[in-house]
């Protein structure tokens, strides 16, 4: 791990950053040096952004016609041909309480956003009780389930919906759950593996945050950037590789030249992509168990390449040298770490907008839902029409442990 400054004012720089406000502050900031013509890599055109949000609006409206929209979360992705499948899988064991159901479901959400990072586009998932056959999100999202709920990360073997043995994950296991073959091939096995492990290492059994978020509730309601605090406390360690800054692992943060600080933030942009998924992820456990969680939209947008994409295929994003995106772009490099600050800076230019279309209120009709509704949907639509792999735009070399 890349260690920076280790003195007092480092270490409270260093929790400066791990918030949703310090991601979209400085996100802003990106968007405001890119309208300015000062980023290397990229042009922001804000004229197209009607384009993206006309994109965004009917897709909306194409998968959610009634506009009842649910949060960006992994729980849609456990839902197959009308089936949902952990309440299926929760109504076949009866006689939890309600922190019981809230610990197992966070056990699943956290391990299985972490398995989430990215598929490829020839890898597929056969699911024998759905008779599904998934690719991308979906396929990951079933099979880290299948491996759940059959009691694979649990150290108790009368009760499987719990994931306190990640310390006996390894590639080979996910290889095997996940159907990797020759044929079919996953990239970042070992990456993930090794996540779950650390996750084990630093927590413990991640269900229990669900008891830690509970007590951070005042008069029964709970800020959703509360939750996301908790989460970089909590899993800071877990990351690999990434920088430290007074002691402080700084997790899903890079250095980009063009922001510039008179501190030892300096250059350091947050992006926290998987635990703000992950925040969104855990609300409707949270709210099942009774929690009222308020303050959604404090939450950012999320740093992927479905979002961002879906800005470089409408042109609002472009890069300065075409020939960019022929080439693989590391995901610590400028160009990946310009391109996903403005994506989260851009939703948020983009919100408004697909409301607007919409004829809905930001009260009704969060960020969370315009993610899921939505841009990401919208950005997986328009990368199928561009590209006949659906991949996207820019090609980012990365370890399964970002996107």
Same mark, same amino acid.
């Given at each position: 791990?890349?260690?920076?400054?280790?003195?007092? +004012?480092?270490? =409270?720089? #260093?929790?400066?950053? !791990?918030? /949703?406000?310090?991601?979209?502050?400085?996100?802003?900031? @990106? %968007?405001?040096?890119?309208?300015?013509?000062?980023?290397?890599?990229?042009?922001?055109?804000?004229?197209?952004?009607?384009?993206?949000?006309?994109?965004?609006?009917?897709?909306?409206?194409?998968?959610?016609?009634?506009?009842?929209?649910?949060?960006?979360?992994?729980?849609?992705?456990?839902?197959?041909?009308?089936?949902?499948?952990?309440?299926?899988?929760?109504?076949?064991?009866?006689?939890r309480t309600a922190a019981e159901t809230g610990r197992a479901a966070f056990d699943l959400a956290i391990t299985s956003v972490l398995l989430d990072a990215g598929a490829g586009a020839a890898w597929r998932f056969s699911d024998a009780s759905s008779g599904a056959v998934l690719g991308r999100s979906e396929g990951?999202?079933?099979?880290?389930?299948?491996?759940?709920?059959?009691? +694979?990360?649990? =150290?108790? #073997?009368?009760?499987? !919906?719990? /994931?306190?043995?990640?310390?006996?994950?390894?590639?080979? @296991? %996910?290889?095997?759950?996940?159907?990797?073959?020759?044929?079919?091939?996953?990239?970042?096995?070992?990456?993930?593996?090794?996540?779950?492990?650390?996750?084990?290492?630093?927590?413990?059994?991640?269900?229990?945050?669900?008891?830690?978020?509970?007590?951070?509730?005042?008069?029964?309601?709970?800020?959703?950037?509360?939750?996301?605090?908790?989460?970089?406390?909590?899993?800071?360690?877990?990351?690999?590789?990434?920088?430290?800054?007074?002691?402080?692992?700084?997790?899903?943060?890079?250095?980009?030249?063009?922001?510039?600080?008179?501190?030892?933030?300096?250059?350091?942009?947050?992006?926290?992509?998987?635990?703000?998924?992950?925040?969104?992820?855990?609300?409707?456990?949270?709210?099942?168990?009774?929690?009222?969680?308020?303050?959604?939209?404090?939450?950012?947008?999320?740093?992927?390449?479905?979002?961002?994409?879906?800005?470089?295929?409408?042109?609002? %994003?472009?890069?300065?040298?075409?020939?960019?995106?022929?080439?693989?772009?590391?995901?610590?490099?400028?160009?990946?770490?310009?391109?996903?600050?403005?994506?989260?800076?851009?939703?948020?230019?983009?919100?408004?907008?697909?409301?607007?279309?919409?004829?809905?209120?930001?009260e009704a009709f969060p960020l969370a839902r315009v993610l899921e509704g939505g841009s990401w949907a919208a950005g997986r639509r328009i990368a199928r029409e561009r590209r006949s792999d659906g991949g996207p735009p820019i090609a980012v070399i990365?370890?399964?442990?970002?996107?």
């Amino acid at each position: 791990m890349a260690s920076l400054d280790v003195t007092p +004012a480092a270490n =409270a720089a #260093a929790k400066s950053l !791990l918030s /949703a406000r310090a991601v979209r502050e400085r996100a802003h900031e @990106m %968007l405001a040096l890119g309208l300015e013509d000062g980023l290397p890599a990229w042009r922001v055109d804000l004229t197209r952004l009607a384009t993206a949000a006309d994109l965004t609006a009917a897709t909306v409206r194409d998968s959610y016609p009634d506009l009842k929209v649910p949060f960006h979360a992994r729980w849609r992705h456990f839902c197959v041909g009308g089936r949902d499948l952990w309440a299926e899988r929760l109504a076949a064991s009866p006689g939890r309480t309600a922190a019981e159901t809230g610990r197992a479901a966070f056990d699943l959400a956290i391990t299985s956003v972490l398995l989430d990072a990215g598929a490829g586009a020839a890898w597929r998932f056969s699911d024998a009780s759905s008779g599904a056959v998934l690719g991308r999100s979906e396929g990951l999202g079933v099979a880290s389930l299948r491996l759940f709920e059959r009691g +694979a990360l649990s =150290a108790d #073997a009368h009760d499987p !919906l719990r /994931a306190d043995g990640l310390e006996r994950v390894d590639a080979a @296991m %996910l290889g095997e759950a996940f159907q990797v073959s020759a044929d079919n091939p996953l990239v970042g096995l070992e990456g993930r593996a090794s996540l779950l492990r650390r996750l084990g290492q630093a927590v413990g059994r991640p269900g229990l945050l669900f008891d830690r978020m509970v007590a951070r509730a005042e008069a029964g309601r709970l800020p959703a950037p509360v939750i996301l605090k908790v989460l970089l406390d909590a899993l800071g360690p877990i990351w690999p590789g990434r920088l430290s800054l007074g002691g402080v692992p700084l997790g899903d943060c890079w250095r980009h030249p063009a922001l510039k600080r008179d501190d030892e933030t300096d250059g350091l942009v947050p992006l926290h992509k998987l635990s703000q998924w992950m925040a969104y992820s855990l609300i409707e456990p949270l709210q099942a168990a009774g929690v009222e969680v308020v303050e959604i939209d404090g939450l950012t947008g999320l740093a992927e390449y479905r979002n961002g994409g879906l800005f470089v295929d409408t042109g609002v %994003l472009a890069l300065k040298d075409p020939a960019d995106a022929d080439r693989g772009h590391p995901v610590d490099g400028p160009l990946v770490v310009g391109w996903r600050a403005l994506t989260v800076a851009l939703l948020d230019r983009l919100a408004p907008l697909v409301r607007e279309r919409l004829a809905v209120s930001a009260e009704a009709f969060p960020l969370a839902r315009v993610l899921e509704g939505g841009s990401w949907a919208a950005g997986r639509r328009i990368a199928r029409e561009r590209r006949s792999d659906g991949g996207p735009p820019i090609a980012v070399i990365s370890d399964g442990t970002v996107f």
